[in-house]
């Protein structure tokens, strides 16, 4: 057996140099190889010169990687981009012969969760992409999906996946599967599009939306002449390929 050593850090500790941890368990709930545990505390602070009671912010991990005006990349760069955080989960197990299908693995599982009162918000990720004033970059993505699928997959393939459960609607509030908002300022020009829809694919989509009913999924069935739909009370503007197209809008039907 093993012996189990506990070495207790108090304060800041600084580690210079390369860290590995390797841990094969036995597996079970939470198996890890690394645990990092904080409790936030609500201390008192310096605040204008004055001892206040201030709920500053906590955290767990701080990581950043900096790279330096000194440690410029030569024009042979590979294209291989620095990388602040790289995580891989990846399975070569072949499960138990006459079992089809099971087991599973998650590359990244987090949860932002108030079991408090009156907190101010909560926001499982926030990320931001930035390319700072007078600096250049040739693109600038702050979010990239890509599902590859290069053997079978049984149920289905989603690039993103948006799933809302919101069963306490006492406060009336606002609900919706996916916002887009545009906040440059007001001097910007307008955004081109709100959605854009490209392929490379040698046939690229079937539908640009898929109702799961004829009811009840924003659809509404009517078999009546497009002449008795009512008054058009404006457009949806579309690009198809540089057209301009529309798609009309009525009034509600009563």
Known sequence: MTAVTTKRFNGKTSFTGRTNFFHMGPGGGGEYAATFLCYPTAQTRLADGVQKYCGFRNGVQNIQMIRLPSQALAATWDGNPDEGVKIMARNYANNLDGVTRIGAVRALNLQA??????????????????????KNVSELHCFHVRAE?????????????????????????????????????????????????????????????????????????????????????GYAKVDINGTPGRIAIFDEWS
């Open 113 to 134: 969760r108030n079991s408090g009162t009156n907190l101010s918000w909560v926001k499982t990720v926030e990320i931001n992409a930035r390319n700072d004033s007078g």
């Open 149 to 233: 699928n290069y053997g079978n997959v049984f149920t289905d393939v989603k690039g993103l996946d948006v799933e809302i459960s919101d069963e306490n609607t006492t406060q009336s509030q606002e609900r919706m599967g996916l916002h887009i908002r545009s906040t440059d300022l007001s001097g910007m020009s307008a955004v081109d599009e709100v959605l854009k829809v490209t392929h490379t694919s040698t046939n690229g989509f079937t539908n640009l939306i898929k109702f799961g009913a004829a009811t009840g999924d924003t659809y509404t069935a009517k078999a009546t002449a497009v002449a008795s739909l009512g008054s058009t009370l």
